[in-house]
């Protein structure tokens, strides 16, 4: 553990004990807070983790993040009653930031509609208006309006919005909550955490929106009979607040890898009963961190079934469609907003300069243009279009340490790795050897020699099958074995 993680770490702890009295109806809502955001916009801080003298301001001394999950594993446990197992109940999808991404398909194949059900956040005032605009339609301008209904009906499954389940808005609890958290903030007067404007800003919207989650979830346990819960992830108050309810009513939790373990702090701590992860690198992974192997299962992620799919456009298509060479060979560029554009731009001009092929940059998971494509003629840019068209596409795909590159082998594509250390990393694609790279002009001539050399197209075959054999199971679709773990749980 580096400095970096062990003042991470350690600051986290603090805030915990800090802030233990600041609790809503027996749950503490520190541990329901991202911590990450409270300093995220905070430079003076991120900076400071890095050196040693910020130790000097903080109390707890964490050297193996296991310490940290030994706290929320007690947390957890101090909430959770005796599974209330319902077989015919509503299986729960809670969909936070778009990071769910289960596919219709999936739920249409391995999960019955009626006890399916989505729940989303607050319905958008132009989703409320174009409801309102089709339920006039249907039901004519002169009937007598009803009151709106708690579900959405769609294709499928349903969907339901979280503000249905708020019979009261609480603003006096909310307020109660800050101003117990302001008194708290004066006794650290001189804290260059607590006392940062942003921190303040973040704590008071969390605050918020745990405590109406609170009530929204306890609000909807009471309506429904719920067999399970399934979250993207357990890091945001709206989804960790919500599994934390649902533990103390007694509904089984599952949380979902929305994508891969680059870094612990995106993953850490594990708060659901099951998370469902894509391989055996996560279960060894979560298991080093302090989770018990009861608490980790290998299934995947439904999305990923349809890699295999036929692209919605034929390939000559989309080859006039970008205006590409038919004649050259393809390279799909991932990466990430101003993230190593230095770097980018330095492997871009190597590989164009050694290796004549058509290259597509596209910016992860912005659809916009990017920087890159404008600033060099010869780059093409995606143009919007899905990510697995253009993997079809594609004869070799480069990116970050982003989920793409599982994706890509997925979908049988060679892989080269743009790896830029940052704290945290878990070394979740070391696997693959000299695959990851550094060092950009490196890496574009590693490109430029699986186009040109038998070894290097052998020496990628047998770091990627190494590589799936640990990261991924495909032997079964991941919704069929979503739809076992559910099964198992819940009967």
């Known amino acids: 553990?580096?400095?970096?993680?062990?003042?991470?770490?350690?600051?986290?702890?603090?805030?915990?004990?800090?802030?233990?009295?600041?609790?809503?109806?027996?749950?503490?809502?520190?541990?329901?807070?991202?911590?990450?955001?409270?300093?995220?916009?905070?430079?003076?801080?991120?900076?400071?983790?890095?050196?040693?003298?910020?130790?000097?301001v903080?109390?707890?001394?964490?050297?193996?993040?296991?310490?940290?999950?030994?706290?929320?594993?007690?947390?957890?446990?101090?909430?959770?009653?005796?599974?209330?197992?319902?077989?015919?109940?509503?299986?729960?999808?809670?969909?936070?930031?778009n990071l769910m991404r289960i596919p219709n398909e999936t739920y249409t194949k391995y999960f019955q509609k009626h006890?399916?059900?989505?729940?989303?956040?607050?319905?958008?005032?132009?989703?409320?208006?174009?409801?309102?605009?089709?339920?006039?339609?249907?039901?004519?301008?002169?009937?007598?309006?009803?009151?709106?209904?708690?579900?959405?009906?769609?294709?499928?499954?349903?969907?339901?919005?979280?503000?249905a389940y708020q019979k009261h808005p609480r603003t006096s609890a909310i307020s109660q909550a800050k101003l117990h958290a302001t008194k708290l903030l004066k006794k650290f007067?001189?804290?260059?955490?607590?006392?940062?404007?942003?921190?303040?800003?973040?704590?008071?919207?969390?605050?918020?929106?745990?405590?109406?989650?609170?009530?929204?979830?306890?609000?909807?346990?009471?309506?429904?009979?719920?067999?399970?819960?399934?979250?993207?992830?357990?890091?945001?108050?709206?989804?960790?607040?919500?599994?934390?309810?649902?533990?103390?009513?007694?509904v089984p939790t599952i949380c979902m890898q929305h994508g891969i373990v680059s870094g612990e702090f995106g993953y850490l701590p594990k708060i659901a009963d099951v998370d469902a992860v894509y391989g055996r690198f996560e279960v060894d992974w979560y298991i080093s961190k302090g989770v018990k192997p009861k608490?980790?299962?290998?299934?995947?992620?439904?999305?990923?079934?349809?890699?295999?799919?036929?692209a919605k456009s034929s390939k000559a298509k989309l080859v006039r469609q970008l205006g590409l060479d038919p004649k050259k060979k393809t390279v799909l560029v991932i990466v990430r907003g101003g993230s190593q554009v230095k770097s980018w731009r330095k492997f871009l001009d190597r590989l164009q300069g050694k290796s004549k092929v058509n290259i597509i940059v596209k910016d992860y998971p912005s659809s916009k243009s990017q920087r890159l494509v404008k600033s060099n003629p010869y780059i093409f840019s995606a143009q919007g279009l899905q990510l697995?068209?253009?993997?079809?596409?594609?004869?070799?795909?480069?990116?970050?340490?982003?989920?793409?590159?599982?994706?890509?082998?997925?979908?049988?594509?060679?892989v080269f790795i743009l790896n830029e250390p940052f704290p945290g990393y878990s070394g979740y694609y070391t696997?693959?050897?000299?695959?990851?790279?550094?060092?950009?002009?490196?890496?574009?001539?590693?490109v430029t020699s699986y186009f040109h050399t038998n070894d290097m197209k052998v020496y990628v075959r047998n770091k990627e099958k190494a590589f799936l054999d640990r990261s991924y199971n495909q032997k079964h679709p991941a919704g069929k074995r979503l739809a076992g773990l559910i099964h198992h749980m819940t009967n």
């Open 431 to 446: 696997i693959l050897g000299k695959l990851v790279q550094s060092n950009p002009v490196r890496l574009a001539d590693l």
């Open 58 to 97: 903080l109390r707890n001394r964490v050297t193996d993040s296991t310490q940290v999950q030994a706290v929320f594993n007690h947390f957890k446990a101090s909430h959770q009653v005796p599974v209330n197992k319902k077989p015919n109940g509503k299986i729960i999808f809670h969909d936070v930031y």
């Open 1 to 56: 553990m580096n400095i970096f993680e062990s003042n991470y770490w350690s600051a986290y702890l603090d805030f915990l004990e800090d802030f233990q009295s600041l609790q809503y109806k027996g749950y503490t809502i520190a541990h329901l807070c991202h911590f990450r955001s409270l300093i995220g916009k905070n430079a003076k801080v991120l900076a400071a983790l890095e050196k040693a003298t910020f130790r000097k």
């Open 295 to 310: 608490g980790v299962a290998i299934i995947g992620h439904p999305r990923f079934d349809l890699i295999h799919k036929p």
């Open 189 to 250: 007067p001189n804290h260059p955490i607590y006392q940062d404007a942003n921190f303040r800003k973040v704590l008071w919207i969390q605050i918020s929106k745990i405590i109406l989650r609170v009530e929204e979830a306890t609000q909807l346990f009471r309506s429904l009979s719920v067999s399970a819960i399934v979250v993207p992830s357990t890091h945001y108050p709206e989804s960790r607040t919500f599994v934390m309810v649902a533990a103390k009513h007694g």
């Open 115 to 163: 006890r399916t059900l989505i729940v989303k956040e607050k319905a958008s005032k132009l989703k409320e208006e174009k409801l309102k605009q089709k339920s006039a339609m249907k039901k004519g301008a002169r009937m007598k309006k009803k009151a709106p209904s708690k579900t959405v009906k769609s294709a499928s499954p349903p969907v339901q919005y979280f503000d």
């Open 388 to 414: 697995y068209d253009l993997l079809h596409l594609s004869d070799a795909v480069v990116s970050y340490s982003s989920t793409v590159g599982l994706e890509a082998m997925l979908a049988k594509k060679p």
